[in-house]
């Protein structure tokens, strides 16, 4: 099989495209698969030539389009060209909106915001009811948008903020903000912000000698600069992959490459094991209904994707800073 890997060569992501194109090729000479290594610049407008590169090559299947500049413009002369694509990172709700609305044959292997705000809710709902809560945003859409995703399921159940805030980001301190939520009650707090932000609240709440238990999303998952994260604060995010149990044939031979196997090195490993899979068993239909219907063991664990063509098992976890690393909570 022919897998076409697009994926950043050069410029600012190119760390990143290196480690797509690394952990897609360790798999692929596993796997015994042929890999054509499209460039991605992420430039608006540049899918439909990316496109024309992948069918050109006679690639089977695209995997990787870190960008949705790229991933928007490639999808539909994919679609006509029979052409399944699986993206490891694009979580852009819209398009995947359209793929099912024109029948495109596209994959998410990037985990939804929909399933990052349903276990954040989930986790919620049965380790925080009963305490006194509160819901704060950065004003940034996306915070702003997942910290109101779940405040309805939340108030549904029965649990109301006790005290919301919108803070201004980017800022040396946020001593009023955690002054205000103790002035509240609040004793623990869900935080849509960035790490850079949540660290200083964290580190304010220390200073002013105020308890919260402060848990934020997957954006915690970021460089640990310039205040460093708190242990003890929690996250909704995805496992560092590595340590999985499923992983770990996969990380010694990307070790035997002397590759560390960061970032999207395992993800994209993991798609093409995906795909060889669904190759093997498509029989007689296309490759594309194969991909839809496989459930199969991967490096970052089982993989399938259901009828709205997302991931079935949604990867989000609880997990808490601690000595350098998110873990699993220390209650657990």
Same mark, same amino acid.
């Given at each position: 099989?022919?897998?076409?890997?697009?994926?950043?060569?050069?410029?600012?992501?190119?760390?990143?495209?290196?480690?797509?194109?690394?952990?897609?090729?360790?798999?692929?000479?596993?796997?015994?698969?042929?890999?054509?290594?499209?460039?991605?610049?992420?430039?608006?407008?540049?899918?439909?030539?990316?496109?024309?590169?992948?069918?050109?090559?006679?690639?089977?299947?695209?995997?990787?389009?870190?960008?949705?500049?790229?991933?928007?413009?490639?999808?539909?002369?994919?679609?006509?060209?029979?052409?399944?694509?699986?993206?490891?990172?694009?979580?852009?709700?819209?398009?995947?909106?359209?793929?099912?609305?024109?029948?495109?044959?596209?994959?998410?292997?990037?985990?939804?915001?929909? !399933?990052?705000? &349903? $276990?954040?809710?989930?986790?919620?709902?049965?380790?925080?009811? @009963?305490? =006194?809560?509160?819901? /704060? #945003?950065?004003?940034?859409?996306?915070?702003?948008?997942?910290?109101?995703?779940?405040?309805?399921?939340?108030?549904?159940?029965?649990?109301?903020?006790?005290?919301?805030?919108?803070?201004?980001?980017?800022?040396?301190?946020?001593?009023?903000?955690?002054?205000?939520?103790?002035?509240?009650?609040?004793?623990?707090?869900?935080?849509?912000?960035?790490?850079?932000?949540?660290?200083?609240? !964290?580190?304010? &709440? $220390?200073?002013?000698?105020?308890?919260?238990?402060?848990?934020? @999303?997957? =954006?915690?998952?970021? /460089? #640990?600069?310039?205040?460093?994260?708190?242990?003890?604060?929690?996250?909704?995010?995805?496992?560092?992959?590595?340590?999985?149990?499923?992983?770990?044939?996969?990380?010694?031979?990307?070790?035997?490459?002397?590759?560390?196997?960061?970032?999207?090195?395992?993800?994209?490993?993991?798609?093409?094991?995906?795909?060889?899979?669904?190759?093997?068993?498509?029989?007689?239909?296309?490759?594309?209904?194969?991909?839809? $219907?496989?459930?199969?063991?991967?490096?970052?664990?089982?993989? @399938?994707?259901?009828?709205?063509?997302?991931?079935?098992?949604?990867?989000?976890?609880?997990?808490?800073?601690?000595?350098?690393?998110?873990?699993?909570?220390?209650?657990?």
């Amino acid at each position: 099989m022919n897998i076409g890997l697009v994926a950043p060569q050069d410029g600012a992501y190119v760390l990143l495209g290196q480690q797509m194109r690394a952990g897609a090729e360790a798999a692929a000479d596993t796997t015994q698969d042929k890999m054509t290594v499209i460039g991605e610049s992420c430039a608006v407008d540049s899918g439909p030539a990316i496109a024309d590169k992948l069918i050109a090559a006679k690639v089977d299947v695209a995997i990787g389009f870190l960008c949705s500049e790229s991933l928007e413009g490639s999808l539909p002369k994919l679609a006509a060209a029979n052409i399944p694509a699986i993206t490891l990172s694009v979580r852009w709700p819209t398009i995947m909106e359209d793929a099912l609305k024109k029948h495109w044959p596209f994959y998410r292997l990037a985990p939804s915001t929909k !399933a990052e705000s &349903a $276990k954040v809710t989930d986790v919620m709902i049965y380790q925080w009811a @009963g305490f =006194a809560f509160a819901l /704060v #945003d950065d004003g940034t859409i996306r915070g702003r948008e997942l910290v109101d995703s779940i405040r309805a399921p939340l108030e549904q159940r029965g649990m109301k903020a006790v005290f919301s805030d919108t803070y201004r980001p980017g800022q040396d301190q946020q001593i009023s903000l955690v002054r205000r939520l103790k002035k509240a009650g609040a004793t623990h707090v869900f935080i849509g912000g960035d790490r850079s932000d949540i660290s200083i609240i !964290a580190c304010d &709440a $220390k200073a002013e000698n105020i308890p919260l238990v402060i848990m934020g @999303g997957d =954006a915690l998952k970021a /460089v #640990d600069k310039p205040v460093p994260l708190a242990d003890g604060v929690l996250a909704v995010t995805t496992p560092d992959y590595a340590t999985l149990p499923a992983a770990q044939t996969a990380v010694a031979t990307l070790r035997k490459r002397n590759i560390e196997p960061d970032g999207y090195t395992l993800p994209a490993y993991a798609s093409v094991e995906l795909v060889n899979a669904a190759q093997k068993q498509m029989g007689s239909g296309s490759l594309s209904d194969a991909i839809g $219907k496989i459930r199969t063991q991967t490096a970052i664990g089982p993989l @399938g994707f259901g009828a709205d063509h997302e991931l079935i098992n949604n990867p989000y976890q609880l997990l808490e800073w601690r000595d350098g690393a998110f873990q699993a909570p220390a209650e657990q």
